[in-house]
């Protein structure tokens, strides 16, 4: 993208001179000798970098730096100031001006300047660009399915996102309680803050504490440096806590705590730590077992369950197996450089009717493995593709002969 770079200057041959060097670095140069002109040039164009004299026949650099902040604050401003005008340049710097360069220009000094301002606005644009994809990724529209019973948990988890509540997600290995999870923070309004996630079930019992919570150096044997744990590290986004069910009951103590309190004590530390947190739990296991055997602790339990969103497996919505499978195939047609279009009659039936113990994940991993092995030049994919355990799966009443090709 070639950037709109606006100079704002009377000096007609210092004008012309500005923009020569501009265009020759690859810059679009537009030119303005007053004020109203550039208010004008704002209005008709996409700017994104104003190179602004501070004196001008109707304004000076502030009232510029003023009004087209107000218009759009988006536009980044430098001011050309006369040498040894430091109270004007600080003025500017206070108003909104993102750099000032002396007079006589210095050209490396102006190519320096420009080229830094305009990286940092091309990281910002990109980030925000990755947000747009990332938040249009996980909206409510981009989830497979039409079962009614998926379809109301989609609704239920778009409304808890809208509210501070903490969420509990429940469900079976691989039926998308982390995309739950993810659709719930990237619709809230805390989208755009650090969203930390922790699979409780992976981290060793003598580290989760400080894994969570942090440590001081010296806080025990190995901790050689202050560190940071989950919870700060989310503090104004959101934590995601999966497999909750797995964490001891000691641990399962302070982060009750940790709820109730909005406060977080690290390893080694006895000044407690306030932090805002939003808080998603998922589990696979059943929790009201798990407080009956005293595995699970109950006021723990009530404490995380204010929202609850249950996931159906996939075998309890087979109507939405064509949903994905379609989903699954653009997906590794892009990422294997395949052209598969269509799936059997045959293929279909078998996948719809096989009872996925594995869901979803188990469904995405099939749909990978055959289209890896099958023939590149193929564009469909027949039973005789599938893996062993999908066509060896006796379906009730069914008589497959041969499938065409």
Same mark, same amino acid.
């Given at each position: 993208?070639?950037?709109?770079?606006?100079?704002?200057?009377?000096?007609?041959?210092?004008?012309?001179?500005?923009?020569?060097?501009?265009?020759?670095?690859?810059?679009?140069?537009?030119?303005?000798?007053?004020?109203?002109?550039?208010?004008?040039?704002?209005?008709?164009?996409?700017?994104?970098?104003?190179?602004?004299?501070?004196?001008?026949?109707?304004?000076?650099?502030?009232?510029?730096?003023?009004?087209?902040?107000?218009?759009?604050?988006?536009?980044?401003?430098?001011?050309?100031?006369?040498?040894?005008?430091?109270?004007?340049?600080?003025?500017?710097?206070?108003?909104?001006?993102?750099?000032?360069?002396?007079?006589?220009?210095?050209?490396?000094?102006?190519?320096?300047?420009?080229?830094?301002?305009?990286?940092?606005?091309?990281?910002?644009?990109?980030?925000?660009?990755?947000?747009?994809?990332?938040?249009?990724?996980?909206?409510?529209?981009?989830?497979?399915?039409?079962?009614?019973?998926?379809?109301?948990?989609?609704?239920?988890?778009?409304?808890?996102?809208?509210?501070?509540?903490?969420?509990?997600?429940?469900?079976?290995?691989?039926?998308?309680?982390?995309?739950?999870?993810?659709?719930?923070?990237?619709?809230?309004?805390?989208?755009?803050?650090?969203?930390?996630?922790?699979?409780?079930?992976?981290?060793?019992?003598?580290?989760?504490?400080?894994?969570?919570?942090?440590?001081?150096?010296?806080?025990?044997?190995?901790?050689?440096?202050?560190?940071?744990?989950?919870?700060?590290?989310?503090? +104004?986004?959101?934590?995601? !806590?999966?497999? =909750?069910? *797995?964490?001891? #009951?000691?641990?399962?103590?302070?982060?009750?705590? %940790? @709820?109730?309190?909005?406060?977080?004590?690290?390893?080694?530390?006895?000044?407690?730590?306030?932090?805002?947190?939003?808080?998603?739990?998922?589990?696979?296991?059943?929790?009201?077992?798990?407080?009956?055997?005293?595995?699970?602790?109950?006021?723990?339990?009530?404490?995380?369950?204010?929202?609850?969103?249950?996931?159906?497996?996939?075998?309890?919505?087979?109507?939405?197996?064509?949903?994905?499978?379609?989903?699954?195939?653009?997906?590794?047609?892009?990422?294997?450089?395949?052209?598969?279009?269509?799936?059997?009659?045959?293929?279909?039936?078998?996948?719809?009717?096989?009872?996925?113990? +594995?869901?979803?994940?188990? !469904?995405?991993? =099939?749909? *990978?493995?055959? #289209?890896?092995?099958?023939?590149?030049?193929?564009? %469909? @994919?027949?039973?005789?593709?599938?893996?062993?355990?999908?066509?060896?799966?006796?379906?009730?009443?069914?008589?497959?002969?041969?499938?065409?090709?």
């Amino acid at each position: 993208m070639k950037y709109n770079v606006l100079i704002i200057e009377d000096e007609k041959n210092q004008a012309e001179l500005i923009s020569k060097i501009l265009s020759k670095k690859g810059f679009n140069a537009l030119a303005a000798a007053s004020k109203k002109a550039a208010l004008e040039a704002v209005s008709k164009n996409r700017i994104d970098l104003i190179l602004c004299d501070y004196k001008l026949p109707d304004a000076t650099g502030l009232d510029v730096i003023k009004e087209i902040g107000g218009i759009n604050p988006e536009i980044t401003i430098i001011v050309m100031t006369a040498f040894g005008d430091v109270d004007i340049a600080v003025s500017c710097l206070k108003n909104g001006a993102a750099d000032f360069l002396t007079k006589p220009l210095d050209l490396e000094e102006l190519d320096r300047v420009i080229f830094k301002l305009l990286r940092n606005k091309m990281l910002v644009e990109e980030v925000n660009q990755l947000r747009r994809d990332v938040q249009s990724a996980y909206s409510a529209q981009n989830i497979c399915g039409t079962n009614p019973k998926f379809m109301n948990e989609v609704q239920k988890a778009v409304k808890a996102s809208q509210t501070a509540s903490s969420v509990l997600i429940r469900g079976e290995s691989g039926t998308g309680k982390e995309v739950f999870a993810n659709l719930i923070h990237y619709n809230s309004d805390r989208k755009n803050m650090a969203y930390i996630k922790v699979n409780c079930s992976a981290i060793p019992e003598d580290l989760i504490e400080s894994e969570l919570f942090g440590h001081l150096k010296g806080s025990f044997t190995g901790a050689y440096s202050e560190k940071i744990g989950k919870f700060e590290a989310a503090d +104004g986004g959101t934590l995601f !806590l999966d497999e =909750i069910g *797995e964490m001891s #009951m000691g641990m399962q103590a302070k982060v009750l705590r %940790a @709820i109730q309190e909005r406060e977080i004590e690290p390893v080694g530390s006895l000044k407690p730590k306030k932090i805002n947190v939003r808080l998603i739990f998922a589990t696979n296991i059943d929790l009201e077992t798990a407080v009956k055997n005293q595995k699970f602790r109950e006021d723990l339990y009530y404490r995380i369950n204010a929202i609850t969103i249950s996931l159906p497996p996939l075998r309890e919505r087979k109507e939405d197996i064509a949903l994905l499978l379609k989903y699954f195939i653009n997906k590794f047609n892009i990422s294997l450089g395949r052209a598969v279009k269509e799936i059997s009659s045959d293929a279909l039936d078998r996948l719809i009717k096989y009872p996925w113990p +594995g869901n979803i994940r188990e !469904l995405q991993n =099939i749909v *990978e493995n055959t #289209m890896v092995l099958m023939n590149p030049e193929d564009d %469909a @994919i027949y039973s005789r593709n599938l893996p062993e355990k999908i066509t060896s799966h006796k379906i009730p009443g069914a008589h497959h002969g041969p499938e065409g090709i």
